[in-house]
């Protein structure tokens, strides 16, 4: 699932894929799977394909992510497990920018179904509504839930493909947006997505960090967080740096949260390459 896109082409000339999972849970890595997927393929405005249905989990739902989702063991009857639809997944998403609402999500359950079967990360350029409209929006709200309702379009149901439409109207919206700041190709959107508007400089990451992006290495950093008060040691994988109002930060996934973290630069007091 390898990607070679152009950064400097429009948005409305690349393939789109808006890709949603339901899932058994929220932690792929304490073995929470995905229960159904949907992906919707689309460059400029025409469908170049579309996927959608319900995967067997092999193994229970949580009753939090039925309340969510309304998916039941019954319904998962019959169904694929994900091995039997990780072919035309693969082939959908092929080439395309991956366009999700709190991607991270998405992409590390999708991540992790592959390497069940042996297979790579997808390594597909992502853009995400949420971080986007964050920057480009002032709401109460940023679920995508809010979002649809307040800006007209179809709203989503906690089922795949009715949140891909739902997704793909508020990316719509969005990419609106980013035109008046003369953002419309798709290096200007992931650098905008990290705070960086046109012209704006790279900023430049302390060597460690440097070295850690350039060779694929996890860092081990001593960090003092606003909300405590002594400093924790954190192992991460860095993934990029972002321009936010307050600073500098260091985005990446800490493994003692399990989740993925902004870590201000300046609130960083050691680091190791680990």
Known sequence: MKSSVDLEQPLRELSLAFFDLETTGLVPT????????AILRVKGQQIEGQFSTLVDPQRALEEQAFAINGISAAMLQGAPFFAGVADEVSDLLAGTILVAHNAPFDVAFLA?????????????????????AR?????SSYS?????????????AHRAMKDVLALRGVFDYLAK?????????LGE????????????PEPIPPPLIDRAFREGRYLRIIYRSP???????????PLELTQERQG?????YCFLRNDLRSFALTRIEAMELA
């Open 177 to 185: 947006d980013l035109l008046a700041f003369r953002i419309n190709t």
């Open 112 to 132: 992790t179904e592959l390497a069940l079967l042996g297979r790579p990360a997808p390594a597909n350029p992502v853009l995400d509504t949420l971080v986007l």
């Open 144 to 156: 995508l839930q809010a979002l649809a309702n307040d800006l007209g379009v179809q709203p989503p």
């Open 248 to 252: 500098v930060f260091l985005r990446a």
């Open 227 to 237: 909300r405590r008060l002594l400093p924790t040691e954190r192992l991460v994988q």
């Open 30 to 37: 304490q073995g929470d799977r995905v229960c159904e997927v």
């Open 189 to 200: 959107t992931l650098r905008y997505q990290r705070g960086l508007l046109p012209g704006q």
């Open 135 to 139: 920057r480009l929006l002032t709401r």
